[in-house]
């Protein structure tokens, strides 16, 4: 776990291609942890790589379907895709879980149907 520790330092500073490099580790290491996929989801995101943010998405929801971060993350890179419905899908399913920040401000928008 230590490589997950320094990914998130590195992404603390900004430093989203040293975090990828030490997230690749972790998931080599970890390969059923669903934090890594989501925080290397996150790396990618914030790299512009919206593919690969959403293949770490999907496997962080497929290892743990109820965790509302992965669902809400998974929802923004649909979002920066411009895909409206999986987004608000996403974003409606990690409201159901309690995380409403995304679907209300999606909602409000008039993106997301009631």
Excluded at 75 to 81: F, I, K, Q, W, Y
Excluded at 103 to 112: I, L, P
């Amino acid at each position: 776990m230590e490589f997950f520790r320094q990914a998130l330092a590195a992404s603390k500073k900004g430093n989203h291609k040293k975090a990828l490099e030490l997230l690749d580790k972790a998931a080599a290491l970890n390969p059923m942890d669903p934090d890594i996929f989501n925080n290397r989801g996150n790396a990618y995101n914030n790299l512009g790589d919206q593919q690969k943010a959403l293949a770490d998405y999907n496997m962080a929801v497929s290892l743990r379907p109820g965790d509302a971060a992965a669902l809400s993350n998974r929802g923004l890179a649909h979002e920066r895709m411009g895909d409206d419905v999986a987004a608000c899908r996403d974003y409606r399913a990690a409201c159901d879980l309690g995380d409403c920040n995304f679907f209300d401000s999606f909602k409000k928008e008039g993106r997301c149907p009631k």
